[in-house]
């Protein structure tokens, strides 16, 4: 029998028939299986969502097995789930949101602030319950009692499922009024009391309240409104230093009285007293008397004055004719004059001649006085003044007839006009006065010049610019000096795109500004960028091809349009702008992708690791963009060989909406694939693999790589390996990937010091990654290289690691150990003859000497002299050789030379030098020091041996002094 013979039951699938041989008994039995079938059902969470905030789940169940939701959340609500047993298809379940009783909500209290604005009593803040998606039943019974506050409304809200609901209560805040009264005093204006409407708990301002002679005083008026109306009334205090005027008045000429108001002044006593100013009080005034001082009583306004009085005295003036006589024949005339009146002399007269009375004062002084008569020649010659003003030209001059006049003087004398005695023109400033002698047939000139004004005549640019060497003031306006009654030009101005118009210019008659008026140009430019949204992200770009120059009116709109493409859309609508007048202004576009759905169906098969979650999916529908590409999928059926229909998608350009489907064919042959080793790079990314290998498989299986397949690199690890379907044309590519070691670096700068105050320094990185090594610092020493645990037994330099060597990270954590040399070095060395061996001594080795600044000396003249009497360590850094042969093949042991001590008390140096103990006196000069060179060679700095005669600096053993200065 065959599957053509079997059932058809609901839910279950044929599996097999088991035939058999027929016994003779009939007792042999054919038997039909059928498997139970497996059916998808989808949950959907409706408002709610399932774990990891997806909105549906699918799970798969075999037929009438008991179907089990996913647990769906939705807060304030409870999951109601219709299911039952699995059905014989596959199916749809939509959950049902049952509504909690008990969900929590806030309820606030919320008072009126002074501003206006509401602050939440938040001490008051509570909670109530109620059932998800009803209204709060709050009312005013549930309402505070706030001192100075009146509810105005509660508000009542749906409750939400998630808790955060408010029902609000609002406070608003109380008005009251205060009443000030101000007794026997008033307020501004008038007023005797005053009403203020004040919120509760705003600041009180007591107006201000004033009786003359009296202070004010107000009790217990708070700082701030109460929670009630209220009056005040203010107590007066009398004054104790009522002011009043003390004024000073002297006679006048005609019998009046003037104030003298300098010598004015005040007194203070009590309300209502009388003044007691006395005769002792009055003041001393020249060509006065004391009359008399009237005192007053003490008015409380203020108002009293305290008078004194000074009568004007008389003098008697006597006029002395000499040579000539008064009217009558009178050789004198006396006259009583008050003090200041004026003066008037009584005429004389002598024949040909003119009196001059020297020293007569105007007005009459404060003495009897004595004036005798002096005689002139005439003084009444005549003679003409002329004024003459400046041309336009400001070269010539022109006569004003019109203002031509006579004068007259002491014949043969020069006339002595000043500019006092020049008229005024408008438009014009006085030049100059020519005098001239007077002449007695009366023809001399004095003449008159007037030269034109210039006037600065202003400009203003009105948002243009002038042109280069253009005078402008603080303000930015152009300036131009023009001549009184002269034509006014403008300077040129420019402004990008704009044409400028001046009003019409008249001539100049003063200081006067003009304003330029700009028009819109009708050809400026402006810029139309049309953006288009990337393929593979939210962003826009902009390509030259899309870039447009259009030209309108300065100030007017744009008038930008699409520019149609393939794929794409305009993105919401375009923003004209106004047209900048220097060409800056964009118009930019943008343009979306259009979008397409692209199904992905493996059949029975599984892409690996498609899912949003990294999971195996069978099929997928995604939106791509117009031209983003679709990605490499790899579709996997155990054993099976996968075919694309209508193509590969890998890298293809979306432009349509596609299927891209795998049918599946049974593997029956093996296949080669490659294994390529990926290194992680410094930055952290892969680059291009390290190694290529090729290896076999059934097509359709999955590779199946592990750690034992991994190459060893130094400073690496095994980070992940992808396995993948090895594929039947041999393209399978399986990857490996090695990350790089993280190592740390430790830095021990010993008695030095790193910026961060500490003597280590710890860096970690990845290995080969640069080293961001920081040089730690120490007074008058300096870092030279770092040492390895590995090298710290060797003392030369050469076994060391200079700290510029230290350039990446290694394999493997590593500890170094800081070097240090002193940072003061030989200034001078001189032979056993006196001659210089510096240069060859520093450029062959080099011995550092590590001093303090405050202990060292100042060299130079006659006695120098230590900074300091505190002893310090002066040290020498040396190789010696301390063989006594010299094969240049053998190792010669190297060791550091010890510290020498300075004694500055005793001028005393000692310690090893070289190899040699010694104990030297220090000269006068405390900087001379003599030794003796004991051995065959020494070592460079870079450890090579200079042997005598092969770069001893010195050429031989022998004594040598060492001169040491500041470096």
Known sequence: MTESDAKSYEGFSFSEVKNTSIAADGSSVVEFYYTRNTYTLTFDAGEGEFDGGTKSVTKSFKYGEAVVAPTATRQGYGANWSTGDCPAENASYTVTWVPDENTS?????????????????SVDRSTGHGKTGDLTACSESDAKSYPGFTLKEVKNVDINGNGSSQVSFYYTRNTYTLTFDAGEGEFDGGAKSVTRTLKYGATIEIPSACRQGYSASWSGVPNVCPAE???????????????????????????????????????????????????????????????????????????????????????????????????????????????????????????????????????????????????????????????????????????????????????????????SDAKSYTGFVFYEVKNTTISAD?????????????????????????????????????????????????????????????????????????????????????????????????????????????????????????????????????EQLEIAADGSTVVKIYYDRKTFEITFDAGDGVFLGAGENGEDISSFTKTYRYYQKTPALTPFKDGFVATWSPKDPKNQNVTANTTYSVTWEAGTEEANYSIQHFQEAVDGTYEKPKLKETKSGLAGSMTKLTESDAQVYTGFSVDRIENIPITKDGKAVAKIYYKRNICKLTFNAGEGRFSDGSNVLVLEGRYGAAVPIEVPTRDFWKCTAWFTESSTAHLDPKFGTASSDIKTFPPESKTYEAKWDATFKLSAAVDDKGNDVLSKFSTKWETVIEVHDQDFYLSGGSNPRWLSAKPTIVGCRFYHVDATTQNDEEHYNSFWGTNAKVDLVNHKISGTFYGQKMETQLSEDYNAITFTIPCKGLYTEKGGFLGLGKGNPFGKSGSYTLTFTRK
């Open 105 to 121: 909500y806030f309820i606030i209290h919320f008072i009126e602030t002074l501003d206006g604005n509401w602050s939440e009593k």
């Open 229 to 419: 109306n209220a009056a005040y009334t203010v107590t007066w205090i009398e004054g104790n230093a009522t002011r009043y005027a003390i004024k000073h008045f002297v006679e006048d000429l005609d019998g009046g009285w003037t104030e003298r108001t300098e010598d004015s002044g005040t007194g203070q006593g009590k309300t209502g007293s009388m003044t007691t100013c006395a005769d002792s009080d009055a003041k001393s005034y020249r060509g006065f008397s004391f009359s008399e001082v009237k005192n007053t009583s003490i008015a409380a306004d203020g108002s009293s004055v305290v008078e004194f009085y000074y009568t004007r005295e008389t003098y008697t003036l006597t006029f002395d004719a000499g040579e000539g006589e008064f009217e009558g024949g009178k050789k004198t005339v006396a006259k009583d004059f008050k003090y200041e009146a004026p003066v008037e002399i009584p005429f004389a007269n002598r024949p040909g001649y003119s009196a001059s009375w020297t020293g007569v004062p105007n007005l009459c002084p404060a003495e009897n006085a004595t004036y005798t008569a002096t005689w002139d020649v005439s003084e009444n010659t005549p003679y003409k003044i002329k004024h003459f003003l400046m041309d336009v030209d400001g070269r010539n001059w022109t006569e004003r007839t019109e203002d031509e006049s006579s004068g007259h003087g002491m014949t043969n004398a020069h006339t002595t006009f000043t500019e």
């Open 442 to 574: 009366g023809s001399s000139v004095v003449e008159f010049y007037y030269r034109r004004n210039y006037y600065t005549i202003s400009f203003v640019a009105e948002g243009g610019t002038f042109e280069t060497g253009t005078t402008v003031n603080a303000a930015g306006n152009a300036t131009v000096n023009v001549i009184y009654g002269g034509t006014v030009t403008a300077p040129n101005v420019t402004r990008i795109g704009y044409e400028v118009s001046w009003p019409t210019f008249e001539t100049c008659t003063g200081p006067k500004t003009y304003t330029a008026t700009w028009t819109p140009r009708t050809d400026t430019p402006y810029t139309v960028e049309h953006w288009r949204q990337n393929a593979n992200d939210d962003e826009y770009t902009l390509k030259d091809s899309d870039k447009q120059t259009m030209t309108g009116t300065t100030g007017a709109w744009t008038k930008a349009k699409v520019k149609g493409a393939t794929g794409f859309v305009l993105k919401g609508s375009i």
